[in-house]
């Protein structure tokens, strides 16, 4: 685990399970806000880090655990007021968002952006030109997905935040990314020509996998190291099953 603390900002990287090491999950604290809590298996690390702060709110960018596993824990513990989306099943310890979180020095306001799941949730904090994006960022040019995820929804997504004013952004699994905006257009471009190339393929009658072999010949890691939960093939269909 590493904490990398710039001005009011403390960053916190930990790797999503104790046992696999090579990909981590960034968590946020500024001002009293925690965004993102960490996976509920990292929770005897997280705990002593957490314990330190004094963590007045939560604001989630979506449901899955290594992005919420810590709640249950904060919520016994910190009691702190938690925002998640209306879709993120958390009733139980979550407040759906306002239009803006507030802390004393700082304003968020929470973005719906659908595609990597249907709650996620990015961050906006204009007077500092700041956007937490969650996991809707993680590379500009992805190769895998998950079965559910959407091209489309993406790149909609994606549109709706190239509009607003930011310049740095905050990754859940990329950490800071100084030349946000550039990274965020890259995203869309490299989205846009993948599904234009699989349509075409498509049309022109190769099956799924022989698309795959065409677009993306090279298994990705990713890929192997998730048993195949996150797919070529799955980006591939998403092209065209939205």
């Known amino acids: 685990m590493k904490i990398l603390k710039n001005n009011d900002l403390y960053s916190v990287k930990i790797p999503v399970s104790p046992f696999f090491g090579e990909m981590s999950v960034y968590c946020y604290f500024i001002d ?16 002593r880090i957490y314990k330190l702060w004094d963590i ?14 810590m709640v249950p824990w904060l919520s016994k513990h910190q009691s702190p007021k938690i925002f998640a989306h209306e879709q993120a099943g958390l009733h139980n310890f979550a407040e759906v968002y306002p239009a803006e979180v507030r802390t004393f020095n700082y304003q968020f306001f929470p973005i719906s952006t659908p595609a990597h799941t ?27 997905f998950l079965k559910h995820e959407s091209v489309s929804s993406y790149i909609d997504s ?3 935040l190239q509009k607003l004013c930011f310049h740095t952004i ?12 550039e990274k965020i257009m890259e995203k869309i471009h490299y989205l846009e020509q993948v599904r234009d190339e699989v349509l075409r393929l498509h049309q ?12 993306f010949p090279n298994r990705v890691r990713r890929e192997l190291i998730t048993c195949g939960l ?11 099953s939205d």
């Open 32 to 47: 009293g806000l925690l965004i993102d809590t960490g996976p509920t298996i990292q929770k005897r690390k997280l705990s």
């Open 56 to 69: 007045q709110s939560v604001a989630l960018t979506h449901h899955h655990n290594d992005h919420s596993g």
């Open 118 to 144: 249907l709650d996620h949730v990015c961050l906006l904090e204009p007077n500092k030109g700041w956007l937490f994006t969650g996991d809707l960022y993680i590379t500009a040019y992805p190769k895998v």
């Open 158 to 160: 994606l549109k709706k």
């Open 170 to 181: 905050f990754g859940g699994h990329e950490g800071r990314v100084s030349n946000g905006k």
């Open 204 to 215: 022109l009658g190769y099956k799924d996998r022989e698309i795959v072999k065409k677009i």
């Open 230 to 240: 996150f797919s070529r093939l799955n980006l591939i269909r998403s092209c065209y």
